[in-house]
């Protein structure tokens, strides 16, 4: 079994900073990838940074410049500065991990809630 705990939301004024951490546990052989997502109601999920077990970083085009993505081994975070209300969302962690009986599957966090306000 395999979990994912996110930790770090909240609430923050509009230019502020946040840092999203997600710690994967378990029964894990590899971490291939890890990244965040985001959902606001009636929107599907998107992606917002993800990193590679090599260490590739990509950024969709509203978190360039703005969100830091890095890991520490089955830890990784999200730093988020300079916030806009358009960022208020639930943000989830995703890993995509093969377990020790070597099977590879995509997780998910149980999300934690972002929310840019005045």
């Known amino acids: 079994q395999v979990q994912l705990v996110e930790s770090g939301g909240g609430l923050v004024q509009p230019g502020g900073s946040l840092r999203l951490s997600c710690l994967a546990s378990g029964s894990i052989f590899w971490i291939n990838a890890m990244g965040w997502y985001r959902q606001t109601p009636g929107k599907q999920r998107e992606l917002v940074a993800a990193?590679?077990?090599?260490?590739s970083i990509n950024y969709a085009d509203s978190a360039k410049g703005r969100f830091t993505i890095s890991r520490d081994k089955n830890t990784v975070y999200l730093q988020m500065d300079s916030l806009k209300p358009e960022d208020t969302a639930v943000y989830y962690c995703?890993?995509?991990?093969?377990?020790?009986?070597?099977?590879?599957?995509?997780?998910w966090g149980k999300g934690t809630q972002v929310t840019v306000s005045s």
């Open positions: 990193i590679t077990g090599g260490g």
């Open positions: 995703n890993a995509e991990i093969t377990t020790s009986a070597l099977r590879r599957s995509d997780y």
